[in-house]
């Protein structure tokens, strides 16, 4: 058995410590919240000294915050993934699919650049994010998508397949 990364099968015995679930990158913008308004001033700018603690208190209240596949978030994510790989990491599994704007082509990029080797999910994530095109998929595409990634290749990249189903997401109201 063998293990679909990005740039390629791998065997299990050489994944070395993985991290299971991150987003190298992804759209996460449907899930700004506004904050509340007696603070609603500080996010109106980028991470300051001033303004990280309402950051952290109200992270998606910060459209900065929540952008995470721009060129700044970009090379940090280089240098995070970099700092793992020259810590012992091995493997990164990257849960981002369908509906977040799942992005292979920098996920290699990643793996080419760092030495770790990211694992591609199938799947699409919750109904929020997703399309109307979508929506209107049949559950039995849903599955044939899902198999077509894991067997043959990504839609979106054709020489690379996914290596696990996930993140498949549910939202309560
Ligand atoms: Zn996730």
Do not use: W
């Not at 759209?27 to 950051?55: C, D, M, W």
């Not at 790989?85 to 704007?101: R, Y």
């Amino acid at each position: 058995m063998k293990v679909h990364t990005v740039l390629g099968a791998v065997l299990p015995s050489d994944l070395g410590r993985t991290l299971t679930h991150e987003h190298l990158s992804m759209e996460f913008n449907n899930f700004y919240r506004k904050p509340p308004n007696q603070i609603a001033h500080r996010f109106q700018s980028g991470f300051t000294l001033e303004n990280v603690g309402y950051i952290r208190q109200y992270p998606y209240s910060s459209k900065f915050n929540i952008v995470m596949n721009d060129d700044h978030s970009k090379h940090a994510v280089y240098n995070d993934v970099g700092v793992f790989k020259e810590l012992g990491g091995g493997t990164i599994v990257e849960n981002t699919t369908i509906g977040l704007n799942r992005d292979i082509n920098f996920y290699k990029s990643v793996s080419e650049k760092t030495g770790v080797h990211v694992v591609a999910g199938t799947g699409h994530y919750i109904a929020d994010v997703q399309n109307d095109t979508t929506l209107d998929i049949k559950t039995e595409d849903l599955y044939n998508l899902m198999l077509t990634e894991l067997t043959e290749g990504c839609i979106d990249n054709p020489i690379v397949k996914a290596g696990f189903v996930g993140e498949i997401a549910s939202a309560h109201c």
